[in-house]
Every structure is written in C-alpha cells, then in structure tokens.
Nanobody, 120 residues
C-alpha cells in the first residue's frame, strides 16, 4: 500500500484543518489506519487510529474532542479533521496503515508527512 498525504499548512490558533491521505495498491487488505505526529527532537506519537473491521476509533488524550479520524472507502482516502488547533498541535503529521493477508503477512506503510504550523 502506498500513501500520499495532503492538507497541511499554516493556520492560527482556534482554526481548523483537514488532512487527507490517499491510499493505493492493496487497499482491500488494510486492517488499521491512523495518524501520527512528530516534532523536532521527539519520537513520532500516535494521534488517532481506526480499526476497519469494527470502526473502533482511538485518540490521544490531547486531541480528544477536537480531532476526528475517518475513512472514505470509495475513494480509499483517510482524513483527519482537526478543530480548535493550538500551538501544541504544530508538528509533521504522518498517516499510517497496517495491511496484509495471510500470504503476505502484516506490513506497515507510511505517508511522506505533511507539516502543520499553528501560530498567531
């Protein structure tokens, strides 16, 4: 599975932003998808993920109630809707999928990353 992200940019505190992650390849074998973010000098941290078999969503405490993850299965595109952004949300955001079959085994794929800057 290949992932291409879009939607990052510079916004002001309190603004909203919607990130997109288009998947291609063996998309029917995707088991889980999610978003991570990383700031300079820090490890990549989970923001949100979505289990496709039961639509279970999981969010980092810092984004609960502000961010929403969803997946358009027709377009094979994952989204992260980010509302009420603060400077603490400034980071490079990466989309991620866990995919595979019994034959291939489980594999990871990452997007290229998109920068989100929140500042006044």
């Amino acid at each position: 599975v290949q992932l291409v992200e879009s939607g990052g940019g510079k916004v002001r505190p309190g603004d909203s932003l919607r990130l997109s992650c288009a998947a291609s390849g063996s998309t029917s074998s995707i088991k889980m998808m999610g978003w991570y973010r990383q700031t300079p000098g820090s490890q990549r941290q989970l923001v949100a993920n979505l289990m496709l078999h039961n639509s279970a969503e999981n969010y980092a405490e810092s984004v609960k109630g502000r961010f929403t993850i969803d997946f358009d299965s027709v377009r094979d595109t994952m989204f992260l809707q980010m509302n009420s952004l603060t400077s603490e949300d400034t980071a490079v955001y990466f989309c991620y999928v866990l995919w595979g079959t019994v034959e291939t085994g489980l594999k990871n794929s990452w997007g290229q990353g998109t920068q989100v800057n929140v500042s006044s």
